[in-house]
Nanobody, 116 residues
């Protein structure tokens, strides 16, 4: 089960921090990440972080967003700075686990709205 929090309404140039906590996970946790889906668009990758700490970012957020994880607490966070109206979307956390096979676990989504 994944519980995301931290979304909200912010003015352009502002900051938000998203957090996602994983509980009752069966197996080992591999990659963790954040994706987003704007109205009328497909869900897209924002940032991922491997179990070893390697990160990957979408070009549109590089230098503005930072993903981190706490393996002891099974949490993944996304610090979003210098937000732009085009960052407006529903943000979903995803946690990949391995038990017999690789499983993708999705959070419920949290709305981020950036006003101009």
């Amino acid at each position: 089960q994944l519980q995301a929090s931290g979304g909200g309404l912010v003015q352009a140039g502002g900051s938000l921090r998203l957090s996602c906590a994983a509980s009752r996970i069966i197996g080992t946790i591999n990659a963790m990440g954040w994706y987003r889906q704007a109205p009328g668009k497909q869900r897209e990758l924002v940032a991922t972080i491997s179990s070893g700490g390697s990160t990957k970012y979408a070009d549109s957020v590089k230098g503005r967003f930072t993903i981190s994880r706490d393996n002891a607490k099974n949490t993944v966070s996304l610090q979003m700075n210098s937000l732009k109206p085009e960052d407006t979307a529903v943000y979903y956390c995803r946690v990949d686990t391995y038990y017999v096979k690789i499983n993708q676990n999705w959070g419920q989504g949290t709305q981020v709205t950036v006003s101009s």
